[in-house]
C-alpha cells in the first residue's frame, strides 16, 4: 500500500487549506486512515482520523472545529481540510492507513505511511 500526501504550501494565519492523500497498492475502503504531524524538533503527533466507512472520525480536542476529515471511496482518497489555521501548526503533514479493526487510534501504530507535505503558517 503506498499513500501521497499533497496539498501543503505557506499560508497567512487565519487562511485554510485541503492536503490530499491517495491511497493506492490495496482495498482502499478496508483502511482507517489518519492524518498525524510533526514539527521541527517535536514528536509525530495525531491530527485526525476517518474510519474505513467515513462514518467514524475523531479530532484531538485542540483542533475541533478547525479541521476537517473526509474520504471519498471511489477516488481512493482521504482529505485534511484545514480552515483558520495558525502558526503553530506549522509542520510537516503525513498521512498513514491502518488496516481497519472496528476501532480507530490515535497513535502511530498504522501500517503504512506516506512521505510528508510541508504546511508552514507565516505573515
Known amino acids: 500500500v503506498q499513500l501521497q500526501a499533497s496539498g501543503g504550501g505557506l499560508v497567512q494565519p487565519g487562511n485554510s487549506l485541503r492536503l490530499s492523500c491517495v491511497v493506492s497498492?490495496?482495498?482502499?475502503?478496508?483502511?482507517?486512515i489518519g492524518w498525524f504531524r510533526q514539527a521541527p524538533g517535536k514528536e509525530r503527533e495525531f491530527v485526525a482520523v476517518?474510519?474505513?466507512?467515513?462514518?467514524?472520525?475523531v479530532y484531538p480536542y485542540s483542533e475541533r472545529g478547525r479541521f476537517i476529515i473526509s474520504r471519498n471511496n471511489a477516488k481512493n482518497t482521504v482529505y485534511l481540510q484545514m480552515n483558520d489555521l495558525k502558526p503553530e501548526d506549522t509542520a510537516s503533514y503525513y498521512c498513514?492507513?491502518?488496516?481497519?479493526?472496528?476501532?480507530?487510534?490515535?497513535?502511530?501504530?498504522?501500517?503504512?505511511w506516506g512521505q510528508g507535505t510541508e504546511v508552514t503558517v507565516s505573515s
Open positions: 498513514a492507513a491502518r488496516y481497519t479493526t472496528g476501532t480507530v487510534i490515535t497513535i502511530t501504530l498504522y501500517d503504512y
Open positions: 497498492g490495496g482495498t482502499f475502503s478496508n483502511y482507517d
Open positions: 476517518i474510519d474505513w466507512s467515513g462514518n467514524t472520525t
